[in-house]
């Protein structure tokens, strides 16, 4: 079993920077991708990055060159640094975490969620 926190959101002028923190606890060892998802008012949930076992990421078009996905196995932690925000970014923050097991069954686990809110 994983539980996940998120923090960080809040208020942000357009071009600024933000960092968001996910914090997991429980069976952390588990874990074999994870991940950070937006949902906008009236929006579907939408894939943001993820970072594997290896410590490859991945992120969306929509993100990519202004966001970046990163962890810190010690704290056991992962992070979103944002930056050169934009309005379009506004949206609730979702720290994901997925266990792949040998059976192929697939257990995702969801923080709360975090509010950025991008405006002038």
């Known amino acids: 079993q994983v539980q996940l926190a998120e923090s960080g959101g809040g208020l942000v002028q357009p071009g600024r920077s933000l960092r968001l923190s996910c914090a997991a606890s429980g069976i952390i060892s588990s874990i074999d991708v994870s991940s950070w998802y937006r949902q906008a008012p009236g929006k579907s949930r939408e894939f943001v990055a993820d970072?594997?076992?290896?410590?490859?990421?991945t992120t969306a078009d929509s993100v990519k060159g202004r966001f970046k996905i990163s962890r810190d196995n010690a704290e056991n932690a992962v992070y979103l640094e944002m930056n050169s925000l934009k309005t379009e970014d506004t949206a609730v923050y979702y720290c994901?975490?997925?266990?792949?097991?040998?059976?192929?069954?697939?257990?995702?686990?969801w923080g709360q969620g975090t509010q950025v809110t991008v405006s002038s």
């Open positions: 994901h975490a997925r266990e792949i097991r040998r059976s192929g069954d697939i257990i995702d686990y």
């Open positions: 970072i594997t076992r290896g410590g490859g990421t």
